[in-house]
T-cell receptor, first 113, second 113 residues
Framework: DQQVKQNSPSLSVQEGRISILNCDYT??????FLWYKKYPAEGPTFLIS?????DKNEDGRFTVFLNKSAKHLSLHIVPSQPGDSAVYFC????????????FGKGTKLSVKP | EAGVTQFPSHSVIEKGQTVTLRCDPI?????LYWYRRVMGKEIKFLLH????????ESGMPNNRFLAERTGGTYSTLKVQPAELEDSGVYFC???????????FGNGTRLTVT
């Protein structure tokens, strides 16, 4: 039973436009959420995180929004660039097991020039 | 700063054989993690070391898997005997603090035939 779900396996966006990647979770004990980016043949690279005491965190072109009541988070990339093309993983953990990340299956983002 | 390094990058073995994967974490990182991604599925936690001690091994699939981290530096993950369902990409990650984002290596792709 998946506790972290990324329901869109892929997303295609035009360069310069906004990319919105979505993630839903079921475990109300999760209090820390992360987004990782992965290129082929490489390991996941940390992108941005958010704790459950916040509803938004921004870092440059990347913003993560958390809606606790809906158990939903999203990653916004604006403006999107061709180099952003990668697989994006949503991950979550709870305070008691912070190193044990629960990952979604990932969304493959393609940014077209 | 050198990243997390994993060896080998690929391994092809026959069912019943033994394979040992190695991970060198970022220098100074006490926390070391093993994760696995089986084809088409999400990245799943296997275990977490703090220095040389196993903090959480709840994700280890069965007793055919043995992880060690002697001396609290590099870690090995041995699969003995390997089964077909063990095929996948094994990722190692490290972090300075438990609450810090994980730094992943590029993974070892294991194929059991």
């Amino acid at each position: 039973d998946q506790q972290v779900k990324q329901n869109s396996p892929s997303l295609s966006v035009q360069e310069g436009r906004i990319s919105i990647l979505n993630c839903d979770y079921t475990n109300s004990m999760f209090d820390y959420f992360l987004w990782y980016k992965k290129y082929p043949a490489e390991g996941p690279t940390f992108l941005i995180s958010i704790s459950s005491i916040k509803d938004k965190n921004e870092d440059g072109r990347f913003t993560v929004f958390l809606n606790k009541s809906a158990k939903h988070l999203s990653l916004h990339i604006v403006p999107s660039q061709p180099g952003d093309s990668a697989v994006y993983f949503c991950a979550a953990s709870d305070r008691g097991s912070q190193g044990n990340l629960i990952f979604g299956k990932g969304t493959k983002l393609s940014v077209k020039p | 700063e050198a990243g997390v390094t994993q060896f080998p990058s690929h391994s092809v073995i026959e069912k019943g054989q033994t394979v040992t994967l190695r991970c060198d974490p970022i220098s100074g990182h006490d926390n070391l993690y093993w994760y696995r991604r089986v084809m088409g599925k999400e990245i799943k936690f296997l275990l977490h070391f703090v220095k040389e001690s196993k903090q959480d091994e709840s994700g280890m699939p069965n007793n055919r898997f043995l992880a060690e981290r002697t001396g609290g530096t590099y870690s090995t993950l041995k699969v003995q005997p390997a089964e077909l369902e063990d095929s996948g990409v094994y990722f190692c990650a490290s972090s300075a603090l438990v609450a810090s984002p994980l730094h992943f290596g590029n993974g070892t792709r294991l194929t059991v035939t």
